[in-house]
Every structure is written in structure tokens, then in C-alpha cells.
């Protein structure tokens, strides 16, 4: 008990003199990993606190890291790093080349003393549900991307409302999270007729959609663009049993499905950006250079991932819609 020191003559409040004496604990080497801490009851009792109070800080440390709770046992020393002053949990669908920039963009722009703990539920609810209700109480923020997997809601709201972002797909029944979002409709529909100049040349639009795990307002932005205009488009949910043809344009969103597209393209010695055209969305280097250049409609991840960063340091509660950019190659 002889760790904890609160005081009236202090004018820190009382929770945060709690947090300081264990601090102190570890700087001194009073305290060590493993340690068990003073129960709640017996810190309330010696200095006439409320229970509250004591849990206050306990659960400060604990979303820090520093502490861990046992049930049954009481509070323990997790980690003596004091340095970390708040932890984000970070849940992706998946990892991949734009993804990772969006995450590395988003750790450049954060303090030093912020911490993130990244995750992965690769599109299964099991696994979206465990990690948060495994991380209930242990984070000051908690990022999500809800990809377009349904009944999201239910999971996302056993989470305290102001400490949550929601980010790249917004489900409607989210939106009253603060966001850095796509607008993949509008993305799609603007995109497709600001490169219908090139389109018209070819004879039909085919969008490869499988159902998955694409953001479905892709594909209502492509049936938008289908309505718009007067011109031939298809979509399909596999390459698998598809010759492509000459006068095709291919609309991509994954990128093993555009590998398998040019590959099948070289096999039928088509030449792409003449005989047949591929747009494919999420730009990386590699679509700079191989096949002479990949024409792609993509957010920017870096700038994504700076601005997230942002929010949650200036605990910013707004919608953002992130930028897009059609970036015409020698693909089209």
C-alpha cells in the first residue's frame, strides 16, 4: 500500500495520483512486471475515496497497458512502460500493399507516445467479433474498417460511442461514428465517365464483382454509369471459364484476378491498351510498370492514413470523405 499516495494538499485530482504513485512505482523499481497492486477496496478505504476513483485510474493504466486485470485475483503489472500514454486497437480486413501505406502513414503521423495494436478479421464476423469484445476496455480508440460484412452494428456498439472510427467502407448504419471513409459509388461512376473517352473506343465495359468481399457500392456506381450511357457492360463474378476477347475493357478490383486477366490476355496475344483495355482499382508501384502501365482508379491510402492520425490526436468527431483519382496508363 506503501506505493500509493493521495493527498489533499495536492491539486492533481485524486485518480491521477494513484496513476502518478504507480508510475513512480516503476521509474523507482518499487514495482516490477507481475507485481499485484492494492486492491480497489483497500485504496478506497485508507484514503476515503470512492470506489469510482480507484477504478478511474485502474482502468486509465489498463488502457495504457501498464496494467492488466485477473478475475477473481485483483490488478497486476502488465507492462513498465510508462512512456505509453494512450492505445489504439486497429482492426483491418486485410493486409496488402495500399493497406499497409494507409498503416504506415498513420504511424508516421502519431505521437511517440501512442500506441497501436493492429488486428485482422479477414472478412469473418467470428473473428471481427472476438477481437472486439476481446479488447473491450483495454484501448483509449479503436479504429475499424466493418468491410461489407452485415450485422457490424451489434459488435461496434458493445464499444464506447466516443472512442470509436470507423474507416474506408461506411455501412449506414454507422454513420453516426466519426469516419475517414470511401465514397466508392461516386468513385466509381465519376471515374468510368471521366474515362469513357477511351472506354468508347473498345466495345464493351465488363466489371469482374465477386460478391465476397467487395464494397457494393461499386457495383452500383458501375450500374449507375451502366444507365447513364448507351454503350455495352456485363458483370461477372469470376475469370474462371472467361476467354477475353478483343473489344473488352476489363473493370478489376482485386489484384489476383487482374494477374489472372493478363495472363489469360498474353495466352490469347491480345495487346492490352489496344486490343483490349484494363482498369484496375487501388494503385501501388507495381501497377506503374508492369504491362507498360495499369490505369487505375484509387484513394489516397497515405493521405488516409495521416488524417486518421490527426482525428484521433485532436479527438475530431466528423465524416470525411477521402479523396479519389482516376490515373489514366497505358492499360486504357
Do not use: W
Amino acid at each position: 500500500m506503501s506505493i500509493i499516495s493521495v493527498s489533499e494538499q495536492i491539486g492533481a485530482p485524486k485518480y491521477k495520483q494513484i496513476i502518478t504513485s504507480i508510475e513512480d512505482g516503476l521509474t523507482s523499481g518499487l514495482l516490477k512486471k507481475g507485481d499485484k497492486l492494492p486492491s480497489i477496496n483497500s485504496i478506497r478505504n485508507k484514503f476515503s475515496l470512492s470506489r469510482d476513483t480507484v477504478l478511474m485510474a485502474f482502468n486509465e493504466l489498463k488502457m495504457r497497458g501498464i496494467v492488466e486485470s485477473v478475475s477473481g485475483k485483483g490488478y497486476y503489472i502488465k507492462s513498465e512502460n510508462i512512456d505509453v500514454k494512450r492505445k489504439v486497437f486497429l482492426l483491418f480486413d486485410e493486409l496488402n500493399a495500399f493497406k499497409e501505406d494507409l498503416y504506415n502513414a498513420f504511424l508516421e503521423e502519431l505521437n511517440d507516445n501512442i500506441q497501436v495494436d493492429i488486428f485482422f478479421h479477414h472478412f469473418s464476423f467470428d473473428v471481427f467479433q472476438k477481437h472486439i469484445y476481446d479488447s473491450i476496455g483495454n484501448y483509449n480508440y479503436y479504429v475499424i474498417m466493418p468491410a461489407n460484412m452485415s450485422q457490424t452494428q451489434m459488435v461496434i456498439d458493445k464499444l464506447p460511442e466516443d472512442k470509436v472510427y470507423i474507416l474506408d467502407q461506411m455501412p449506414e448504419e454507422l454513420q453516426h461514428y466519426p469516419s475517414i471513409y470511401q465514397n466508392f459509388e461516386n468513385d466509381i461512376f465519376k471515374s468510368l465517365n471521366d474515362a469513357f473517352h477511351l472506354i468508347k473506343k473498345y466495345e464493351k465495359v465488363v466489371l469482374l464483382f465477386p460478391n465476397l468481399k467487395q464494397p457494393k457500392g461499386m457495383l452500383n456506381g458501375f450500374q449507375k454509369f451502366r444507365k447513364s450511357i448507351d454503350f455495352p457492360c456485363e458483370v461477372i463474378d469470376s475469370l474462371d471459364n472467361r476467354i477475353p476477347k478483343k473489344g473488352e475493357v476489363y473493370l478489376v478490383l482485386d489484384d489476383y484476378d487482374l494477374i489472372l486477366l493478363i495472363k489469360k490476355i498474353k495466352e490469347q496475344q491480345l495487346k492490352t491498351g489496344n486490343d483490349i483495355g484494363i482498369i484496375s482499382y487501388n494503385d501501388t508501384l507495381l501497377k506503374e510498370v508492369v504491362d507498360g502501365g495499369i490505369t487505375t482508379i484509387s484513394t489516397d491510402f497515405k493521405a488516409m492514413g495521416k488524417r486518421l492520425a490527426q482525428m484521433l490526436m485532436k479527438e475530431e468527431k466528423q465524416n470525411i470523405e477521402n479523396p479519389n483519382t482516376l490515373i489514366i496508363r497505358h492499360s486504357l
